[in-house]
């Protein structure tokens, strides 16, 4: 084993903690401090309560942390690498159906039920709608226009009319459930105002699983109601599903849009070439790695990297960092529709990987190209410095995105 010198060396006051700090310049880059540690794939960290923990950089010592067992996902045992609002002491173990915070064998049985009713077969399957939701929210903006928030005209709701579909919330709610979801994830909205609406979305699910129990529909819930899921935890499934996948793929939009259009050269090449659409998703996914970072707990002794991560200690996975490691992703820094950004971590690895990646992929593929079909000279309305950005919370993106167009 390697010799660590941050492990003897450097007293805990003087260990790195987690950098969060995104004022680089370019408001699609990690922070600079976090770039500078990039150096040593796996190195000692400071967590928010102290705790003595580990920091990884590295794409190869990143995927075998998530793809290896001994290291778990179970809240109560990880420490918090940044202060989170709300939170003090121990985490809480995961609420009934939130698989994040699972290990084997719970997280297997519910991920075996998930599996197939998140195949790349059956998202695709989705792509007629995703479509029909694009081209309505495109149409209210040219309604409305020629000015529009990105964030409220359109990435928020494709996402949330596509998770409505999954989970068969009736045309009838759909309005009250989209409104309390942007409340939910409202950058600006005080702590009363989002506990309302999670409370209120939390007794929707529980009367929307009832309502599937007595008159199934063709829809995720409805299918999960043939298993032996009972009501509480098909409502904790259905509340991840919503958790999970609107705010993630609704900031990969926004921030997309703004990426692309911030680097003109590289919009040009994908209006010319539509076929792109799909390593355009991959590259944006790798470049901005809008969810981070993962942190694991090891359950015992393992070496990674030739550095010894004791029982019991956490590790934080900074997935924008591992996301740019040049010995994995070549000048990672430039954003190149061209590349093949396969392997990126985006979604995770190994038993943990995102269940909804491929419904997020078939949303990112349609909707971003169909968003320049439709307005060919869509541009910023803001100087891009005055982007308001989401740089704290662990959902990355922009709180607003201001854009224009010409009217023809």
Not at 3 to 15: G, K, M, N, S, V
Not at 44 to 49: E, G, H, I, L
Not at 148 to 155: G, K, P, Q, R, Y
Not at 295 to 308: N, S
Request: with cysteine.
């Amino acid at each position: 084993m390697s010799h660590d010198p941050t492990a003897a060396d450097t007293t805990a006051a003087e260990l790195p903690t987690l950098p969060t700090d995104r004022r680089t310049g370019c408001p699609f880059d990690p922070p600079a401090e976090l770039t500078a540690l990039s150096d040593r794939p796996v190195r000692r960290m400071r967590y928010a309560d102290g705790h003595i923990g580990w920091l990884v950089t590295g794409h190869a010592a990143a995927r075998a942390i998530l793809a290896d067992p001994r290291f778990s996902s179970r809240y109560e045992l990880l420490h918090l690498p940044v202060p989170m609002e709300g939170v003090s002491g121990e985490l809480p173990p995961a609420p009934v159906g939130d698989i994040i915070g699972l290990d084997a064998p719970e997280h297997t049985r519910y991920r075996r039920l998930l599996t197939g009713r998140f195949t790349v077969r059956r998202m695709r399957q989705l792509t007629e709608r995703v479509e029909r939701f694009t081209t309505e929210c495109l149409d209210s903006m040219e309604q409305a226009g020629p000015t529009a928030d990105l964030v409220t005209a359109f990435a928020q709701p494709v996402p949330a009319l596509m998770i409505c579909e999954l989970l068969g919330v009736p045309y009838a709610d759909r309005e009250r459930f989209q409104t309390e979801v942007a409340t939910l994830f409202d950058q600006t909205a005080d702590a009363k105002a989002k506990g309302g609406a999670y409370m209120a979305l939390l007794q929707y699910l529980n009367e929307l699983v009832l309502a599937k129990r007595a008159d199934p529909t063709d829809d995720l819930l409805s299918d999960l109601t043939t298993s032996d899921l009972t009501d509480e935890e098909l409502a904790g499934i259905g509340g991840l599903l919503l958790a999970a996948g609107l705010d993630t793929t609704a900031n990969m939009l926004a921030l997309g849009t703004f990426a692309l259009l911030s680097n003109p050269g590289q919009l040009e090449a994908l209006r010319a070439d539509p076929a792109l659409a799909g390593q355009t998703v991959e590259e944006l996914l790798r470049y901005l790695s809008v969810a981070d970072p993962l942190p694991r707990a090891a359950l015992e002794d393992v070496e990674v990297d030739g550095r010894l991560i004791r029982a019991g200690e956490t590790v934080t996975v900074s997935v924008q960092a591992v996301n740019r490691d040049p010995r994995k992703f070549p000048d990672p820094d430039r954003l190149d529709i061209r590349r093949k950004a396969a392997g990126h971590l985006a979604f995770g690895h190994g038993a943990h990987q995102c269940l909804g990646q491929q419904l997020a992929r078939v949303e990112m593929t349609v909707a971003i190209p169909a968003l320049f079909a439709r307005f060919p000279t869509l541009r910023l309305a803001v100087p891009p410095r005055e982007v308001p950005l989401r740089d704290r919370s662990n959902i990355y993106g922009v709180i607003s995105l201001p854009v224009t167009w010409d009217k023809e």
